[in-house]
């Protein structure tokens, strides 16, 4: 199992989406069950947990991961294919977010704009590198700090963009034949305090 898996595809979107099989998908994230058991769990007759099964591995957001004899009737135990998934703009084409469209360092919708292409670049790259059986080479720096007012975030803001571009001055080669291309993306935003995630109707 994936720790996580972008979806591309407009359907397979769409069908984690609905909010019964966004349910059987947490559960089959943590531990392989059949429809029998998925069942119990979220409170539905098994025939309706089997179609819901059904739609979700024809999408490939879960699989097979063994059978089981009960009785006279084998059983399909069924995993989640990732422990979580995230949706690229890339499956809403035609009104996915375009960076480009308008730059503005100070403006929340264009980092909003740049976090979508992340995801859908890196979702096409990954995809790429599973198809190529190649290790896809990336890196990222997550971290926090608090600043004593607006204008030492400010002052952070002015030496990180001419620290981030001194080094880019100084690594990028265009003329180099061998070398590939890299985007790098950075971000500073105030931190979004922990909410608890609602229960999905049934």
């Known amino acids: ?27 089959l994230a943590g531990a ?8 119990g769990r979220v409170g539905l007759p098994r025939q309706k947990v089997n179609y819901h099964l059904k739609a979700l ?3 490939g957001l879960v699989e097979l991961a063994g059978e089981r004899r009960k009785g006279n009737v084998t059983e399909r135990l069924m995993r989640a294919t990732a422990a979580s998934y995230v949706i690229s703009p890339a499956a809403l084409p035609a009104v996915q977010p375009d960076p ?21 670049d890196v979702g096409t790259l990954i995809t790429g590198a599973a198809k190529a059986r190649k290790r896809l080479a990336t890196y990222a720096l997550d971290g926090e ?3 004593a007012s607006a204008a030492d975030r400010a002052a952070f803001v002015q030496e990180l963009t001419a620290g ?10 265009p003329d180099a034949e061998s070398g590939r291309d890299h985007r790098i993306v950075v971000a500073v935003h105030p931190t979004v305090k922990d909410r608890p995630t609602p229960e999905p109707e049934q």
Do not use: C, N
């Open 1 to 27: 199992m994936l720790d996580v898996t972008v979806i591309e595809d407009p359907e397979a979107a769409a069908v984690s989406l609905d909010p019964v099989r966004a349910r059987l998908l947490a559960e």
């Open 32 to 39: 392989p069950a059949s429809a029998a058991m998925l069942a």
């Open 164 to 173: 981030v571009s001194a080094l880019i001055r100084k690594y990028d080669a």
């Open 57 to 59: 591995e024809r999408h």
């Open 100 to 120: 480009d469209r308008f730059r503005d360092q100070l403006s929340a919708r264009w980092l909003l704009a740049l976090g979508a292409r992340l995801v859908r």
């Open 145 to 147: 700090v608090r600043f």
